[in-house]
Every structure is written in structure tokens, then in C-alpha cells.
């Protein structure tokens, strides 16, 4: 079945030592985001890619970066992780008729931060 | 920003009743969509109604949206203990070049 797939399902890292989280997908969509979701709160849209245009959000921190190598891959880096990054990132797909229709999105990575 | 509020906030109710929750924006919208999320898990896309669109069925689902009062709201009917997650309406507005804007969600259980 097509899909968006996030690895890993969860994630341990340190205070401060950089880490990649991965999203790819199958649908062959020309669109993909990443998300953030802490704790009982609404998913928080970071960047996204229309094919290999990068958009930033305004409030996005710097410390937050993504590659997209491919048109099946994305990944997110978080160069310097703090206690406040702890959160769920979500991985996201459009398809280029995006006005029209709805997002596929991952499983999602839970992100720990000791 | 965030664009609009959900409400309730959290809902709970027994099997087979009906479920409502709201969500309210703010500026234009070209859809609205609404999605499910089980504790700890991604977001699933169950409807899409757009500007011109008033109500809009999918199975046990029913979405309206009304925008004079800038609102819609989804029906769950007949819930299952398997419908418990939450429910989060997202707005794709006219000046967003097809972002999604989510609100904070509605936290719904069902109990047997």
C-alpha cells in the first residue's frame, strides 16, 4: 500500500548532540511537510517542500533544518536539541492539487530529549 | 497563529450515542478538513468539505460548514469504543498556498 513511513517510531537523544529524523513515501506526492506536536496541543507546521522548493514558516527556530534528496525522501535535523524540542514530529504528503485534497501523514517520531 | 478554536475541548460519551464538535476560523477559507489521531499516532484524513460545499457524509461522519459564521462542525454517529482519539479540524485558507492550519483538537472517548 502506498504510505508515508517515519523512522524511527521513537527517539532518545541528548540535550545538545544533533539528530535526523526520516520520512519517506510512496505516493509519489510532489509535496511534503514536517510538523511539530507537543503534548495535547495542535500540530505546529515547520517547513515544507513543494518538489525541491524549500518554504521555511516564519517562527520556525534555526535550529531546526530539513533535506529532501529525493522526491520519496525528507529528513529533519535538529542541530542543537533542547528540552523544549521534546515533542511528535510528523511527517506529511500532498499530492500537487494540494487545494484540493487531503494530507497523508506518518505514524509520526516521538522525539525525547535527556 | 492558530486559525480558530475547537470545542469541546474534550467529550465523553457511551456507546452509540452521537458525538459533536466544532471549530471555528477566522479569515477565508478555500476547505476545511478534518482528521483523527489515536493516542500516539499520526493523523488520519477522514473528510474534506470546501467553501462552496454546506454538509458532507462519509460513512457514520457527517461535516457541516457554514461560513457566515465562519464555522463547522462533525457529527460522529452511533459511536464505537473504537472511535475514541482526537479530532482535529484543519484550515487550508485562501492565503496559504495550501498549508494546512490545524486547531487544538477535540479529545473524545467513548466508553463500552
Known amino acids: 500500500d502506498a504510505m508515508v513511513i517515519q523512522n524511527p517510531r521513537y527517539q532518545v537523544t541528548q540535550f545538545g548532540k544533533p539528530v535526523t529524523l526520516s520520512c519517506s513515501q510512496t505516493l509519489n506526492h510532489n509535496v511534503m511537510y514536517w510538523y511539530q506536536q507537543k503534548s495535547s496541543q495542535a500540530p505546529k507546521l515547520l517547513f515544507h517542500y513543494y518538489d525541491k522548493d524549500f518554504n521555511n514558516e516564519a517562527d520556525t527556530p534555526d535550529n531546526f533544518q530539513s533535506r529532501r534528496p529525493n522526491t520519496s525522501f525528507c529528513f529533519l535535523d535538529i542541530r542543537s536539541p533542547g528540552l523544549g524540542d521534546a515533542a511528535m514530529y510528523l511527517c506529511a504528503t500532498s499530492g500537487y492539487d494540494r487545494m484540493r485534497g487531503g494530507y497523508t501523514f506518518g505514524s509520526g517520531t516521538r522525539l525525547t530529549v535527556v | 497563529s492558530q486559525q480558530g478554536e475547537e470545542d469541546p475541548q474534550a467529550l465523553s460519551i457511551q456507546e452509540g450515542e452521537n458525538a459533536t464538535m466544532n471549530c471555528s476560523y477566522k479569515?477565508?477559507?478555500?476547505?476545511l478538513q478534518w482528521y483523527r489521531q489515536n493516542s500516539g499516532r499520526g493523523l488520519v484524513h477522514l473528510i474534506l468539505i470546501r467553501s462552496n460545499e454546506r454538509e458532507k457524509h462519509s460513512g457514520r461522519l457527517r461535516v457541516t460548514l457554514d461560513t457566515s459564521k465562519k464555522s463547522s462542525s462533525l457529527l460522529i454517529t452511533a459511536s464505537r469504543a473504537a472511535d475514541t482519539a482526537s479530532y482535529f479540524c484543519a484550515k487550508m485558507t485562501t492565503d496559504s498556498w495550501g498549508k494546512l492550519q490545524f486547531g487544538a483538537g477535540t479529545q473524545v472517548v467513548v466508553t463500552p
Open positions: 479569515t477565508s477559507i478555500n476547505n
